[in-house]
């Protein structure tokens, strides 16, 4: 089992930037993948980035080029690195870790860009 508590959330201006962090409850070398999600009122929660245990990212098309996955082994932390924010990124942001072929979730993170 794994923990995930999600921090780093707030309000900030478009264009701005804010840096999400994802703490785990165990040594995240051990988790196969972790990933962002989003879910913005009334919508269906979506994906936005993961990392491997290899270090290997993928972002959505969205995000790509705006956003970075990064982990920190060491303080068992992901972060996500949202830059050039956009009103449309206002969401509830999860944490989410595949341990052993099952989903784990952290309690969100609420991020708002004004416009």
């Known amino acids: 089992q794994v923990q995930l508590v999600e921090s780093g959330g707030g309000l900030v201006q478009a264009g701005g930037s804010l840096r999400l962090s994802c703490t785990a409850s165990?040594?995240?070398?051990?988790?196969?993948?972790m990933a962002w999600y989003r879910q913005a009122p009334g919508k269906q929660r979506d994906f936005v980035a993961t990392i491997t245990s290899g270090d290997i990212t993928n972002y959505a098309d969205s995000v790509k080029g705006r956003f970075t996955i990064s982990r920190d082994t060491f303080k068992n932390t992901v972060y996500l690195q949202m830059d050039s924010l956009k009103p449309e990124d206002t969401a509830v942001y999860y944490c989410?870790?595949?341990?052993?072929?099952?989903?784990?979730w952290g309690q969100g993170t609420q991020v708002t860009v004004s416009s």
């Open positions: 165990r040594d995240i070398r051990s988790i196969f993948l």
């Open positions: 989410n870790a595949d341990l052993f072929a099952r989903l784990y």
